[in-house]
């Protein structure tokens, strides 16, 4: 596949994931929490109902019981959710990055993965302060930040491991097989 395709193909997909995070952030405070409870509510009934049927717990909470639940829950979950967010984020950008530097110069890709991580969390952050019941958080930017310093860093682990690795692996490999210095 050519470079250039590469580029828009990732390019779009970063953008779409852009696209839907500003889209998130423009629902409501009341609808976005009354969602993410829902949600929340439906993956303990589902977790409960497998579980059950496993032996492995014996609980059936009533409907009170998992709301309550689902609400103590929904504040910290949301947290994560805002850092698995940015960690998807990260990681497209840093494939973006790799691509347009044919993986050399990976301190600017870092750099730039970085920056535009930070400056789209704290204009998405700056874009609840329009959005009804919502406000803008510092907090939540750094939780962005550090979601996408981990989605770097697990980029960076991949790269690191399994493709240099494996590079590194097969060149010893036919290096060995044909005796040759390589």
Known sequence: MKKSLKIIIILLISVFW??????LSSMTSNNSNSKSTD????????TLEITNS????SSHPNEQKIEKVSQLINAPMRKVIHATVYFILAFFIMILMNIIFDHKKYFWSVLI?????IIFAGFDEYHQTFVAGRTG???DVIIDTAGGIIG???????????????KKAVKEHFCKNIEEDC
Do not use: N, P
């Open 18 to 23: 852009m696209f839907g995070i500003y889209k």
């Open 137 to 139: 958080q510092l907090l």
């Open 152 to 166: 770097i860093l697990f980029y960076s682990t991949y790269q690191l491991v399994y493709v240099l690795g494996y």
């Open 113 to 117: 993965t970085l920056i535009l991580c």
């Open 39 to 46: 949600i929340i509510s439906i993956f303990i009934e589902d």
């Open 54 to 57: 496993y032996g492995i717990t």
